[in-house]
């Protein structure tokens, strides 16, 4: 079964230009997450979709990041323009609602440097 | 905002002895989960523990959870240098995603 997918797993942008990451869920999973984890830190939900429709951005910064996911599959999220303190790793993960709860599948992320 | 708090912050032990981390947390949960990250890499779960039960085992893993006291602990028996990693809780609790805490960072000496 092929992981969560994830691109690109490095970017470097100036501050205020913009940034859009990718993500491939597990084929299958109706549910995506995007997480943002700063160095040193545990990861902060940022959004999650249940198919294409948002379930929780509370702590998505709306206004400059964006996030979507057309036809229930891939998603997309975007930052512009970037600030310094978005320096870090941005990371998908998905999910099936199972039995046994909420196992999360992360992919590998993507590191986002500010300068 | 991050709901677990991890404790030690840093551990550091010799390969073959027992590595122990808590985790503390603020509010009624579903299930507590634990995930490794070794470094540069994504995450990856390790356990699940429903908030009815209070202890379970994966192979070298056993996890405790105590719902009075809202805290786990994870223990990882016979470490190995694989084992060095950062260690998270992560707790759920129900319709939204994962709170995780701070990590505790294992270092696993040969």
């Known amino acids: 079964e092929a992981g969560v997918a994830q691109s690109p797993r490095y970017k470097i942008i100036e501050k205020r230009q913009s940034v859009a990451f990718w993500c491939n869920p597990i084929?299958?999973?109706?549910?995506l997450y995007w997480y943002q984890q700063i160095l040193g830190q545990g990861p902060k939900l940022l959004i999650q979709?249940?198919?294409?429709?948002?379930?929780?951005d509370s702590q998505l910064p709306k206004d400059r990041f964006s996030a979507e996911r057309l036809k229930g599959v891939d998603s997309t999220l975007k930052i512009q323009p970037a600030k310094l303190e978005d320096s870090a790793v941005y990371l998908c993960?998905?999910?099936?609602?199972?039995?046994?709860?909420?196992?999360?599948?992360f992919g590998p992320g993507t590191r986002l440097t500010v300068l | 905002s991050q709901q677990g708090e991890e404790d030690p912050q840093a551990l550091s032990i010799q390969e073959g002895e027992n590595a122990t981390m808590n985790c503390s947390y603020k509010?009624?949960?579903?299930?507590l989960q634990w995930y490794r990250q070794n470094s540069g890499r994504g995450l990856v779960h390790l356990i699940l523990?429903?908030?009815?039960?209070r202890e379970k085992h994966s192979g070298r893993l056993r996890v405790t959870l105590d719902t009075s006291k809202k805290s786990s602990s994870l223990l990882i028996t016979a470490s190995r240098a694989a084992d060095t990693a950062s260690y998270f809780c992560?707790?759920?609790?129900?319709?939204?995603?994962?709170?995780f805490g701070a990590g505790t960072t294992v270092t696993v000496r040969a």
């Open positions: 993960a998905s999910s099936t609602p199972t039995g046994s709860g909420n196992e999360q599948f």
């Open positions: 084929s299958g999973h109706a549910t």
């Open positions: 979709f249940q198919n294409n429709g948002v379930v929780d």
């Open positions: 509010t009624s949960i579903n299930n």
């Open positions: 523990i429903r908030s009815n039960e």
């Open positions: 992560a707790t759920d609790g129900g319709f939204r995603g994962l709170s």
